[in-house]
């Protein structure tokens, strides 16, 4: 494990009560430290067992999630570089619903606030960003929480077969329409 990961829940643990406080802000400061978010849950589950490190997990993220949709606006180059790799990653028209975000959130390469982005352009407005970032984190805070020490210990075809099933349940909970122009449908054709 990291260095700079494996001081910081040293403090923690010793820490007493704000233990769960400073696991709390531990998961905002983590980005700035280029912790992966599963870590950082997993120690949670090992700090503080599977429901009390979901639950602080769980806070940790959506408190996270709400610092970026306020500090998102003020950093417009961040904000374009996330709109080019969100239309890099998942093309020019991409709309994916929350269970579709809820499901890349569990896999560990895919950028936190890319998914963070994608969640504010469904959900413009605080109240239904809020609601849906949390939806969104119930599943990364539980699994990793609870099945994350036990996640290294998997064969590599078990692996292919969560990534596998990932996929598919990406699949299943895809929004089943699709909008296009009208320049998409009938393409301009070559005139001489």
């Not at 490190?53 to 999630?65: F, K, R, V, W």
């Not at 374009?80 to 969100?86: G, V």
């Amino acid at each position: 494990m990291d260095d700079r990961l494996v001081a910081a829940f040293a403090i923690m643990e010793a820490s007493g009560y704000i233990a769960p406080v400073l696991f709390i802000l531990f998961h905002v400061l983590r980005q700035f430290l280029f912790i992966p978010v599963a870590l950082v849950c997993m120690a949670g589950g090992i700090l503080f067992g599977s429901i009390l490190g979901t639950i602080y997990s769980l806070i940790g993220l959506t408190l996270l999630s709400i610092i970026f949709y306020f500090a998102i606006k003020s950093f417009t180059s961040f904000y374009e570089r996330l709109l080019r790799l969100k239309e890099k990653w998942f093309g020019k028209s991409a709309d994916l619903t929350t269970g579709q975000i809820a499901v890349l959130r569990l896999i560990p390469f895919i950028h936190y606030q890319l998914l963070n982005l994608c969640l504010m352009q469904k959900n413009p407005q605080f109240k239904p960003f809020v609601r849906a970032t949390i939806i969104s984190n119930i599943p990364l805070a539980f699994f990793y929480t609870v099945f994350g020490q036990y996640i290294k210990q998997f064969s590599p075809p078990i692996m292919v077969m969560i990534i596998m099933a990932l996929a598919v349940l990406f699949y299943l909970l895809r929004e089943k329409v699709r909008v296009m122009s009208w320049n998409e449908f009938f393409p301009e054709r070559n005139r001489m």
